[in-house]
């Protein structure tokens, strides 16, 4: 397990592969966010978008769901506070398939809790074709290293 | 039909509310969020949180459905977002909580390209007890209203 000891400004780690489809794309904008370029072909080929693209939340939850497989199953994390300066930057369309790029920023211990600290964590999700789709900064709350003594 | 001319900023406008499910909390998680506090009861019962919580990204999900049905209620011409400055999740959202959304209006300003306009807003969801649990600053972009001569 890595502890909020054991990341350093400057670590980049990345990982995850998700291919996105059109039912996905579909079924999430049906139960969250129901906007017409979300959710039906032809509205969304309409659109200033030219075809069908996900929900920004969705893609959001896309990288959740990678960093759940790949980096919170490793790391001694407990959730996040939230995120700073999230950039919804190209559409994601069905088809793409997206990876994750994610670069420690900062590290902040917790003065009320010694037994954690904060770790912002910029992360950049890309497509195939190499372009950045999103980026945010993440504040997670990381586990300090249990002492030798305890 | 409203437009960007019809925010104001001050403006607090209600977005209505949503029960949460552990069904849903569970199906969310299994397929975005797997981290046990998310997907198990028993083991989120002895993680720090005391039971199952939802995914932060489950919640900021609620509160775009909300806002998706508000906007289609007042026939809001809203074109997408190009970011959010930061989002907090401030308190646990566990099955069964009802949260109510609303929106501030911070901030507006006109795009000098293109017939839109940009609403800097603070979205919150508060639930039954009256706390905040989720606070999301971003830009929304909606269209202009076309002039009478056009």
Known sequence: MKYFEDVQVGDVMRFGRYAVTREEIVEYARQFDPQPFHLDEKAAKASMFGGLIASGWHTGAMLMRMVAEHMTTVHATSGAMGFDDLKWLKPVRPGDVLTVESEIREKVESRSRPDRGTVKIESRVSNQRGEVVMSLVSLVIYLRRPSEAS | ?150
């Not at chain 2, 009861?41 to 049905?69: K, N, Q, Y």
């Not at chain 2, 006109?110 to 940009?118: A, D, E, M, N, V």
């Open chain 2, 1 to 150: 039909m409203n437009y960007w001319e019809d925010f104001a900023v001050g403006e607090v406008i209600g977005l209505g509310s949503c029960t949460i499910t552990e069904a849903e909390v569970l199906a969310f998680a299994r397929k975005y969020d797997p981290q046990p506090f998310h997907t198990d009861p028993e083991s989120a019962r002895r993680s720090i949180f005391g039971g199952l919580i939802a995914s932060g990204w489950h919640t900021c999900a609620l509160l775009m459905r909300l806002s998706v049905d508000a906007n289609r209620r007042e026939e809001a011409a809203a074109t997408g977002s190009p970011g959010l400055d930061s989002c907090r999740w401030l308190k646990p959202v566990r099955p069964g909580d009802v949260l109510t959304g609303r929106t501030e209006v911070l901030e507006t300003w006109p795009s000098r390209s293109k017939p839109i306009g940009f609403i800097r807003r603070r979205n919150e969801l508060i639930n039954q007890r009256g706390e905040v649990v989720v606070s999301v600053v971003g830009i929304t972009m909606y269209q202009r209203r076309p002039t009478a001569a056009a």
